[in-house]
């Protein structure tokens, strides 16, 4: 990410995307007013800035200041990345059978698996929450797509399974390794039950004001407020959304998959939520 300073506000834009406006809401956190994203710069003892941290889609990512050189270095290894994925590529003929050692689950992140099938000289890839899309091979590992300018390489061990795949897209290489179907079938299980349909149950509004309040982790704070007969969420930094209960503790959203479940501890007081979005149940713990 690169930095700079036009007039009252920063300019920061990542590595091939165009630089945007920053506004300060205190002397070292900054908004976005493109897309939903903060940023927040941390200086050492002797008050230089030395990291950044920045938000978004809940998440924190740590960007370490680095000098001016590396970032050309880094830019010039980017800019030749994307150029490799945008090469057009030729398919080549592969023993259907071969295939087979690529079929299988590969997690790219806790809550995003690949799913690798064949269908007779074909393979199909399809990841967590999208379509499914063929894949050809320009080796006898390596596979690019044609509906994006992405391509898959596949590790394999000694006797031939692939053990891994790396996913080269938007200048990066993303290793996702090989999961067991019980881990897939888990993670769908877990986005299968948070599109579950769950039918709204009558809740007294002094329970709903003893959930009311802010509750965080590391990476996210979220404010759950009291509207009437019914509960509202909002992450820090995103809009406010609606959450109903359909038991004395668990709530469900309309507008997205998406559930909250409050902990009490050992006298009954609310002590914290865990949020159930994306297959991932998030505990986040009440702060006030």
């Known amino acids: 990410m690169t930095v700079t300073r036009d007039g009252d506000h920063l300019l920061t834009g990542r590595i091939g995307m165009p630089q945007v406006a920053e506004h300060p809401y205190t002397e070292h956190d900054f908004f976005l007013t493109a897309s939903a994203e903060q940023n927040t710069f941390v200086a050492d003892r002797s008050g230089t800035v030395d990291h950044v941290i920045h938000y978004k ?5 740590t960007l370490e200041r680095i000098t001016p050189a590396r970032a050309s270095q880094l830019k010039a290894d980017d800019e030749q990345r994307v150029a490799e994925e945008l090469k057009p590529h030729v398919p080549v003929p592969i023993d259907p059978t071969i295939l087979d050692r690529d079929v299988g689950y590969y997690a790219l992140a806790p809550t995003y698996i690949f799913s690798v099938t064949r269908d007779g000289d074909q393979i199909y890839v399809q990841g967590t929450g999208r379509k499914t899309l063929p894949v050809f091979p320009y080796n006898d590992h390596e596979f690019f797509y ?3 300018a992405a391509q898959l390489t596949f590790l394999a ?6 053990t891994a795949l790396i996913l080269h897209q938007d200048g990066r290489d993303r290793r996702a390794d090989r999961v067991s179907a019980d881990v897939a079938q888990q993670l769908q299980q877990r986005l299968d039950d948070e599109r579950q349909p769950h039918m709204p149950t009558p809740i007294a509004r002094h329970l709903l004001d003893d959930d009311a309040g802010r509750y ?3 990476a ?3 404010v759950i407020r009291r509207e009437r007969d019914h509960l509202s969420a909002q992450v820090t930094g995103y809009s406010d959304y ?4 359909y038991t004395d503790h668990d709530f469900f959203a309309t507008t997205l998959p998406a559930q909250i479940s409050f902990v ?3 006298t009954g007081k609310i002590e914290g939520l865990v949020r ?6 998030r505990t986040l713990t009440r702060v006030d």
């Open 216 to 218: 965080a982790d590391p």
């Open 276 to 281: 159930h979005e994306h297959g991932e149940d």
């Open 57 to 61: 889609s809940d998440l924190a990512t």
């Open 157 to 162: 061990a000694a006797d031939g399974r692939a």
């Open 242 to 245: 609606p959450v109903y209960a």
């Open 220 to 222: 996210i704070t979220m």
């Open 146 to 148: 044609t509906a994006a």
């Open 264 to 266: 009490k501890d050992a």
